[in-house]
Structures are given as structure tokens and as C-alpha cells.
């Protein structure tokens, strides 16, 4: 089993603002960006892992990594594999690092990005995608990758161990069904609030015409606009798809609710982000107060830990859950979240879009479908078509579906061309 | 009036692990850090802020502190005095920075430190320590420092004006007290979680010589030594003075409430940090559980920002509330949760130690006193007798009490010697 002899740090940069890709309420001028790590092995292999940003601040997510230098490199990996959960443990909770989270910021992204390396080389040592891996995983093994604590007042190993055991039988048919028709996905490539009302028309045709039936949007900065955009919005895609809508955080509670009473004639499925992140109570007063208009609260992708997860799921802020490959502290929390909400009955619907996180994410999605949840009513995982072409392993989205990663590993690994070209702030993409 | 021409970053460590000074179940060996800021003026001045960390991860706070400098550099101390509040609103609200955040972690407690450094210049400009400053502000010129995005289903501009405006006409009876008989103060000094039974023994002793009546010890490790260490402190202290206990975070929910069951027949007054500071839910639970036990919950030097203290209010999950001059952004945030504070009754006692924290919190409890809750019932700031040597405007105590600050500026300056021998990690304390 190989040793962890080198931890390499890159700080990655798509100059993306420059066609308002990825533009809302929130995020006007996004360059998506990648704090990259590469672990590097004593027998030639290496495990790719990023955390997503959108620019400024990435070099902080990087100066963040190489802090978990000491905790990682020297590591073997029979150890992670023995354990996953307390090798995490380990890696979250460094006596001086965890001052500046702890669970959350910097800090946390610079895990997420470490921990989907390690789950990376795990992959490639198996020979396995890593949805594949972990489905393989018997309950006692699915179990072992998670750290319990601050969640035992909701959630228990034992309880754990008996929901993975009721999916236990049926797994493999789901892993058949899976290999057969993919993972459902969700467009939100039509509505960027940069985009103009002319392209918002041609995308939603478009988006109908390659067979969406989930459409999302950015609402959020102007009343009217938004009005204007959804009435176009639903003239192309009809009243059966389904549309969701997204604030990206800009309202307070009050307004969020007085904002969504408005644009509830378009019968949105859910409002994503509608308030800060941080709201637990927030949110479900919103939740209550919109569910009379059959409108769901969704959040997640700014969810910065399990602990508040857990409170989302205790307080029914939310009826649909979004993690992040990323926000999260990578694989492992991600697993304790998707078991946290099949307790609390809450169908997982992943983020994604950004650098590599419709890559990462998806693998997370299948891994609920078949260990966890074992259901795909009412859940579909994000899909943005950005930036894949840089991938060594993209994801293939066919008829509104994910299909399934053959490949060992987590998908995290961005070609070398692409990273050589969009290292900031010398590539070439940013030397002009 | 001036314009800041420089930003200045230095990392700032003393190497306070080797006594386990500050040691605690969750830290056992912290190196007491400062991300220290100076901003340089074109007419000479400086105003010196600082964020506090405990050693590794410091670098990231000073890589996120650089990361604010185009938001800074180049602006007019006219404008951040016209409106704090909207200038502190564009410096958390960096379009691309905000997404490793937002409102919490690295980017946060840089904001913090860059955030007092204005509020030293500003008193430096107008010739007062910033208590006395915010003191003679009129209710509308107080309201102004507020960002209240993200509050106003708790707490209005015009709810927060005619709170401060109750308060207005006993004001300067308050400044008299307060110049006359100082702020009280707690010491923690003696209970830090490496040293032995002997040394605690004689810190006890030694405190009760010097007055203090309210004393704070850790707990959270052992059981049985929490037993131990607490009945020789209570034999030292005897039972009217006032004795809390601070668990750091280490326990699950479940957990807290059993140990701190065990705890009460020594009467402690709080348990601090029982659980995860993000776990506002767990707060209420563990409060409603130790409240037939005559135990207060306490936290707060990890919460994250006003959204989390807006709802450990709102939830009813803690009886004191620990605010913190560099976790939360700085003194206007910190402005906000004293008004939230006061708006759902509950005593302000802010968390101090580290390297600055007694120097900075002091305005604010003073703050607090003259312009908000207008009380020091249940009120006790936080001293621990570390590291004040290397200030220029030590704090000072006397009978269990701080003594008004008398210099212009938020008391933040550390000497330039103190500075250049802390230097991480070339300074003479590292190089050995």
C-alpha cells in the first residue's frame, strides 16, 4: 500500500467573468477557480482533489491546504482505508488549524479538497469509481467513514448501521438500474441573470429540446426582471417541467417571503438560497410560510457543515437537500449528511456546476441512490455545462442523466494542459 | 482627512504551548497568535488591528487579510466615518471573497482584523479610545454602524433606534460610573487544563486574594478530574463566589447534559462551548435540560457572526452571550449582536485572552454598558493575565474590575520590539 511522500498545491483560474457565466443576484462576476491538490505516492500514483471558488480568495483556500501539510504527507493509505472516519477526524480537527473554522471557511474547503484527493487514490488503488467503491461497501464499512460527532443527539452509529442494512438487499439491482438509465439532472444553464432575454428564450429552447425536464433559474436582483424572465421562461418549457428558482442568499426572511408570494404564479418547485445560509430558523420560517403555495426550501451549497445540516433536518427548514463535494468536507461528510437526511426523510438534490463539482457530486448522488436513500423520486442533481472539457474523466450527461463513471477515481482530475494554462496568475489564460 | 496607502500584514506567534499556558480539552497546546494589520495613512498615521489565532493557520488569516487590500487601499477615513455601516458592508461583501465564507471562518476573522485597525484610526483621529468614541455617538450615528442585512426578522433599524434612544439621557451618568468604578471582570487564569493540581490550587488562592468573585476553570477531559480539580477549587474559593466552568466544545449533546449533571453539585453559574459552537439547536436543548439545575449556557468566541447569535436568541439556547472582537467582523458586528443582546434580554460577557482579546473587548463591554443593556447586572468581561506586556495601551484591572481606557484608538498597538521578536518564523522567539 503506497505512502503519501508529497502534497502539490495549484492555484487554478478560469477567467469566466468575461461572458457573465455563472452571473447572479449574489455572484455578479464569478471566475471559477480551483484550490487543486495533487498527493503524490511512494509507488508513482497521485490523487487529484479541488475544492471550488469562484476567484479572489483561492490563494487563501491554497495557503489553507499546504497548513494540512504535516497531517497528510508521510501518511500510508492502508491507514485511511482501515478507517476512514477517524482519518478524517484526524485531519479536521488539528489542535491550532481548527481556530480558524472550526467546520467551516477556508479551513474546511482546504479539506474537502484534501479528503476527495485521498478518496481519488483510494479509487485508482481499487480499480474502482468511487460511487462504485462505496456501494460496495457493507453497512459496518459505510458506517467507518463517518465521524459522529455533534450528531449523536440526531443520529447514531447503530441507527446508521440500520438504515444502511434495510438498502442492504437491494443494492444491486439499483447499481443495474443505475448502469441501465443514469441519474437524473437538472438544467441551470438557461438562466443566468446576466444572460439577456433573447438568450434566456434560445437556452430554454434549447434546454426543452435536449429534454430537460428540470429547469432552474436566478432570480433575485429586480422584482420586475424576474416577473419578465420566468413569464418568458415558462412560455418555452410549459407548465409540465418543472422550474426552480434561485436567490443566491440576497433576501432577508421577511422579503424572501413577500418576494416569493410574487413570483408563486410561475409555480416555482423550490426556492433555492433564499436567505443566508447560516438561518436555520430563517429558513424554516420561510418553509412555513410558503409551503401553503406547494413552494419548497432548498439549500445546501453553502451548507458549511454536518452540524447544521443536522439542524436544518431538525427544524424542517428545508424539503430539499444540497450538498456540495466541496463545501463539505469532502466524501466523508457528504456520506453523513445523505444518511442524516434519510432519517429525516429530506430527498438529496447535489450542487454542482463551478470546476469539477457535476464531476464530484455525481458520484455522490449514485451513492445515495443505492447505499442510502435507495430512491430517485424527487431527486435530481445539478447540471451545468461549463468547463468539463478539462477533465481527464468528464461527466456524460445523455437525456437529462448522469451516466455512470467507469473510470477509477473521484473524476477530480483536471488535464495537464488546462491546469499549465489557467495557473493564476501566470498562465496563459491570464497573461494577456 | 485621511486616506490609506498601505496594508501592512504581519504574522505574529509567541510560543505560549511551551507552559500550556492556555491549554484546554480542546486545545491542548495553542501557540497564541495575532494576523496583525497596520494601515497606513498618507498623513502619517496608523491604525493597528489584529486577529487572534492559536498558531498554525495564522499564515492563512494574513493570506486573507492581503486579500481585502483592494477594498482598502485608496480609501478616505471620511467615508468609513459618514457610514461604518455601509463601508463595513462592501468589505464583508467582496463578490468573489464571500464565497469562502461568507461571514465566517479565515475571510471573517480577517475582516476582524482589518475591521479594528479602521476603528483604531478612527479614534486615533478623534483623539479618543473608541468606548468613549461610540459613547458620545447619538442613537441615529450608532444605528449607522450596523449592516443589518440578514436581521431585520429580529431586529429593525427603527427597533434598534428607540432601544439606544431609552438609553440616551442616562448616558452620561454611566460614563461617570464607569470612569469611577471600572467594568467587572472574571479571571480564567487559574483553571487551564495542563497545570496540576498543586498550581491550581495556588492560582485559587492567589485569586481570591486579589479580589476576584467570579472565577472560570476548564473541564471536558476526565470526568473524575473535572471532579477533583473543581472540589479543590471550591475549597479555595468557597461557595459565594461565583464559579463557571468551560468545556471547549468536546461533548455531543447527549453527553453535556449527563457530565454537566454530575457537575452541578458544585454549582457552576455557566457551562461555556457544552457542544459545537454552530449547533444553536443543541444550545437550547442542553439550556432547557441544566436550566431546573440553576446552570446557564454561555457561548460565543466561536460564533461565527450576527446570524448565529441572532439565533441562539431567538432559539432561547443561552443565558450569557460571549462576544468576541476578532470571531465576529470587528466592532460594528460586534455592535449588532450587543443590540440583539439587548433586544431579547440577555447579559453581554465577553470573551477576552488570547493575545489583544482583553485589550479590544474591554470598549465593547464598556459599549454595552453606557449605550445598550445600560447594566452591569450579570455582566463579567473576561481577564486572563497573558501577553498584555507587549501592548502599547495595556488593559488594566484593579479589584476584579477593568479600568477605563484612557488612549486614542481601540487599545490594538503591540509594541515594535514585542512585534519583531514574534515575527513567525524568523523573529528571535522562533530562531533558537
Known amino acids: 500500500m503506497p505512502r503519501i511522500t508529497h502534497l502539490e498545491v495549484r492555484d487554478i483560474r478560469f477567467p469566466t467573468s468575461r461572458d457573465k457565466d455563472g452571473s447572479d443576484a449574489m455572484n455578479p462576476d464569478p471566475d471559477y477557480s480551483s484550490a487543486y491538490v495533487v498527493l503524490h505516492t511512494d509507488d508513482g500514483r497521485a490523487g487529484h482533489g479541488s475544492s471550488f471558488t469562484i476567484g479572489r480568495g483561492n490563494e487563501v483556500v491554497c495557503a489553507a491546504i499546504r497548513a494540512h501539510e504535516h497531517l497528510v504527507v508521510g501518511c500510508r493509505m492502508e491507514d485511511f482505508i482501515a478507517d476512514p472516519g477517524g482519518f478524517w477526524h484526524l485531519l479536521n480537527n488539528d489542535s491550532q488549524l481548527r481556530w480558524i473554522g472550526p467546520d467551516k471557511g477556508a479551513v474546511h474547503l482546504a479539506l474537502a479538497a484534501i479528503v476527495n484527493a485521498l478518496w481519488d487514490l483510494y479509487g485508482r488503488i481499487a480499480g474502482q469509481p468511487v460511487w462504485r467503491l462505496v456501494s460496495g461497501f457493507t453497512p459496518e464499512q459505510f458506517v467507518r467513514c463517518i465521524d459522529f460527532r455533534y450528531l449523536t443527539d440526531a443520529l447514531t452509529p447503530e441507527e446508521a448501521l440500520e438504515l444502511l442494512r434495510r438498502q442492504e438487499p437491494s443494492k444491486a439491482a439499483r447499481v443495474t438500474e443505475l448502469e441501465r ?94 436567505t443566508s445560509p447560516d438561518d436555520i430558523l430563517g429558513h424554516a420560517a420561510i418553509a412555513r ?123 477530480t482530475e483536471i488535464l495537464p494542459a488546462s491546469l499549465g494554462a489557467h495557473e493564476y496568475p501566470h498562465g496563459s489564460a491570464w497573461v494577456r
Not at 212 to 240: F, N
Open 181 to 274: 438509465v443514469g441519474y437524473p439532472a437538472y438544467t441551470t444553464s438557461a438562466g443566468w441573470l446576466g444572460y439577456s432575454d433573447d438568450k434566456i428564450r434560445r437556452l430554454s429552447r434549447e434546454a426543452v429540446a435536449e429534454g430537460w425536464g428540470h429547469i432552474k433559474v436566478k432570480v433575485g436582483r429586480d422584482l420586475q426582471d424576474d416577473l419578465r424572465r420566468l413569464a418568458i421562461i415558462r412560455e418555452e418549457i410549459g407548465w409540465e417541467r418543472r422550474l426552480m428558482v434561485d436567490a443566491n442568499q440576497v433576501w432577508d426572511v421577511p422579503q424572501a417571503i413577500a418576494w416569493m408570494k410574487e413570483l408563486a404564479r410561475f409555480k416555482p418547485w423550490w426556492i433555492e438560497e433564499p
Open 289 to 411: 410560510a410558503l409551503e401553503p403555495l406547494g413552494i419548497g426550501v432548498a439549500t445546501g451549497e453553502h451548507g458549511m457543515n454536518r452540524i447544521l445540516f443536522k439542524q436544518l433536518f431538525q427544524a424542517r427548514a428545508i424539503s430539499f437537500c444540497q450538498i456540495d463535494s466541496c463545501r463539505l468536507g469532502g466524501v466523508n461528510e457528504n456520506l453523513a449528511v445523505l444518511l442524516l437526511a434519510a432519517k429525516f426523510g429530506v430527498p438529496v438534490c447535489p450542487h454542482a456546476g463551478g470546476v469539477g463539482l457535476c464531476e464530484f457530486v455525481q458520484h455522490l448522488g449514485m451513492i445515495d441512490f443505492v447505499c442510502v436513500s435507495g430512491s430517485m423520486d424527487n431527486r435530481v442533481c445539478e447540471f451545468v455545462d461549463h468547463l468539463h472539457e478539462h477533465f481527464v474523466d468528464p461527466c456524460r450527461v445523455r437525456n437529462a442523466r448522469y451516466l455512470v463513471p467507469e473510470r477509477p477515481g473521484y473524476s
